[in-house]
């Protein structure tokens, strides 16, 4: 079992950064990918960007060029750096990590873009 928390989030204004973070704890030796989703309202959650423990990434294609998902080589931290935010990628964003023990989820963290 794999215990996520994610911090990072905030109110930012159109162009500019963000940087959300997420630590694992538990069984991280179990963990095969790690990555973040996004949920806005009336929508359903969606892949924002995964890094398996081979370091391969993939992301939405919303948000390629724009946003870069990385993992520190312990492989219990992953990062979202988040540039040239737009206000339709307002949401809630949630850890993910896929493993052994199946999927485990973060609590989220509130992402807004507005003037």
């Known amino acids: 079992q794999v215990q996520l928390v994610e911090s990072g989030g905030g109110l930012v204004q159109p162009g500019g950064s963000l940087r959300l973070s997420c630590v694992a704890s538990g069984s991280i030796f179990s963990i095969n990918a790690m990555g973040w989703y996004r949920q806005a309202p009336g929508k359903q959650r969606e892949l924002v960007a995964r890094i398996t423990i081979g370091g391969t990434t993939t992301y939405l294609d919303s948000v390629k060029g724009r946003f870069t998902i990385s993992r520190d080589n312990a492989g219990n931290w992953v990062y979202l750096q988040m540039n040239s935010l737009k206000p339709e990628d307002t949401a809630v964003y949630y850890c993910?990590?896929?493993?052994?023990?199946?999927?485990?989820w973060g609590q989220g963290t509130q992402v807004t873009v507005s003037s």
């Open positions: 993910n990590t896929e493993g052994y023990y199946g999927r485990s």
